[in-house]
């Protein structure tokens, strides 16, 4: 499994392109790799802004009959989403709500966690899966 | 778990025997398969088996459980798409067994060797039978996936002007593929206008017209117009009850009316030669 | 930082995106776009995506507030080139670029400008 640091908006560009580069890798259509790639760029975006920066980690998966997916983990130890239902809401479109863009990238993958905690940090784990 | 060298001693009978086992091992398979595999084909097949388990069972090397697993599934698998029985395969492996024991019938000491192997071969044989599932089930799925491929045609009707006629449910699955069909038509062919008509699609709910929607937010980012054509009666009135609303996306009842929408919109006229 | 370069070609604005957008380049272009606006008074602007892989909810924004910003000096936005997967990847999102309208390509896209104008 890789670990990108995410600290800067160039770190949030390089977590991009390598995700790009593992969906591509591992037989991801090409419009699933966007989805996949524009969710890791919200959350990363996230980590950085609201998490106050963390780390992102890819991780390659295969589902018990045989599909592979593209895992990822973003994780920061900011002050942590105090609201999680009013987060996830779909506020980001209309420019009002949190704008994490979480909604968002929940609508691109296929699995999506979230936990978070105030003061605790916050930490998104995601799946997409080929099809 | 070899313990006591139970399985190596059977691992050095097999091969003592080797000949006579696959010999007869080889005759009963092929009475199995009833001549859609040829006796060379089987014997092939069934000698790298052989030493796969032989390998196996003497414990030498961690490798051979690997690459007789392997064989074993390429083996399940060829027959699955050949069209046997997960039964015919599995019988098939079973009869190992049977070629041994005629063998070791008449001496009672190899009892405990001939259990070791016994065990071994249930697990292969029933093994198949997993094997014959998955490569099943993704045949049925490659098959659905040609289907709806064959099923989302895009037409150009004319300079500038693409027809999807839809036939079947419209689920998210179709419509993602339609999405993707009808953008990348829009790209090769330079069109403006494109006419979804549904005439195929038999119930259009709130969930059908959400991915209609969709389907033209998509079209037009790339600049593209969109009438929807094919809404029949029936289909109208469900629509109006639901309360889905079109917006501003244009319907029309037939193909034939979406054209002509289209036609004008492009600034041009039908007229008698 | 990278800036994306603005060009003016009559009375349109012409910017192409060709490189991964960071958020300080986005947001660069926001003010670039709106100076050369005000500095110009071109009646319009064609921003041309074709090189673009990813539209996310910031880029989003900011072309929808370049949009709006466009208007205020009475000028017309055009976004042309968006790629399939992004269109599609949008539209999952539900993202809409209210006020800016689009066209396949750079042709077409000066087509609309002009024929405003």
Redesign the interface.
């Known amino acids: 499994m890789d670990e990108l640091p995410i600290q800067s908006?160039?770190d949030?560009?390089r977590v991009?392109?390598f995700v790009?580069n593992a969906a591509a890798d591992n037989g991801l259509s090409?419009?699933d790799?966007?989805?996949l790639?524009?969710a890791a760029?919200?959350l990363a975006?996230n980590t950085l802004v609201h998490g106050r920066g963390g780390a992102a980690r890819v991780e390659t998966v295969k589902s018990a009959n045989g599909r592979v997916g593209i895992k990822l983990y973003f994780t920061d130890e900011g002050p942590g989403i105090p609201d999680i239902g009013l987060a996830l809401t779909?506020g980001?479109?209309t420019?009002t709500g949190l704008?994490l863009?979480l909604s968002?990238a929940r609508?691109?993958v296929d699995e999506f966690e979230l936990t978070s905690k105030p003061g605790a940090g916050t930490s998104v784990v995601v799946v997409k899966w080929s099809r | 778990m070899d313990v006591d060298g139970t399985r190596e001693r059977m691992a050095a009978y097999l091969r003592d025997h080797h000949d006579k086992v696959v010999g007869r091992w080889s005759e009963l398979v092929v009475a199995g398969v009833r001549g859609r595999t040829s006796r060379e084909e089987v014997r092939r097949e069934l000698e790298d088996l052989y030493t796969l388990v032989v390998r196996v069972l003497s414990g030498a090397d961690d490798h051979a459980a690997g690459e007789l697993t392997a064989a074993l599934d390429e083996l399940s698998r060829g027959r699955a798409r050949d069209g046997f029985t997960p039964s015919e395969t599995a019988l098939g492996v079973f009869s190992l067994k049977e070629a041994v024991y005629e063998l070791v019938a008449d001496s009672a000491e190899l009892v405990p060797e001939y259990l070791a192997l016994t065990r071994m071969v249930d697990d292969l044989g029933l093994r198949t039978f997993e094997t014959y599932s998955v490569t099943r089930e993704q045949i049925i799925s490659d098959q659905a996936t040609a289907m709806l491929e064959l099923s989302t045609p895009v037409v150009r009707l004319w300079d500038g002007i693409i027809a999807v006629p839809l036939v079947g449910t419209l689920d998210s699955a179709r419509t993602?593929l339609v999405?993707?069909k009808l953008?990348?038509t829009?790209?090769a062919t330079?069109a403006?206008h494109a006419v979804i008509d549904i005439t195929g699609v038999p119930t259009v709910d709130t969930e059908v017209a959400q991915h209609l929607l969709?389907t033209v937010?998509?079209?037009?980012?790339?600049?593209?117009e969109c009438t929807i054509s094919g809404i029949r009666p029936q289909v109208a009135q469900t629509i109006v009850s639901l309360g889905i609303e079109f917006g501003d996306i244009a319907t029309k009842a037939t193909l034939a009316d979406a054209l002509a929408l289209a036609l004008r919109q492009a600034g041009l006229k039908v007229v008698p030669a | 930082m990278e800036r994306v370069p603005i060009l003016k070609i009559g009375e349109i604005l012409f910017v192409s995106i060709q490189i991964?957008?960071?958020?300080?380049t986005v947001i660069r272009l926001q003010e670039d776009l709106a100076d050369e606006l005000g500095a110009t008074g071109a009646h319009g602007v064609l921003i041309d995506i074709t090189a673009v892989?990813?539209?996310?909810?910031?880029i989003g924004?900011m072309l929808t507030t370049i949009g709006s910003i466009s208007r205020l000096f009475d000028a017309e936005t055009v976004l042309?080139g968006?790629?399939?997967?992004?269109?599609?990847?949008?539209?999952?999102?539900?993202?809409?670029?209210g006020g800016v309208?689009?066209?396949?390509?750079a042709e077409?896209?000066l087509e609309l400008l002009n024929g405003k104008s």
């Open positions: 908006g160039d949030v560009v991009r392109q790009r090409l419009v790799q966007t989805k790639v524009t760029s919200e975006r779909d980001w479109t420019g704008g863009g968002g609508r691109l | 993602q999405m993707e953008l990348d829009l790209v330079g403006d969709k937010s998509a079209a037009r980012l790339l600049g593209a | 991964d957008l960071q958020d300080d892989e990813i539209v996310d909810s910031f924004r042309v968006m790629r399939p997967a992004v269109a599609i990847t949008l539209t999952e999102l539900g993202l809409s670029l309208r689009t066209a396949l390509n077409k896209g």
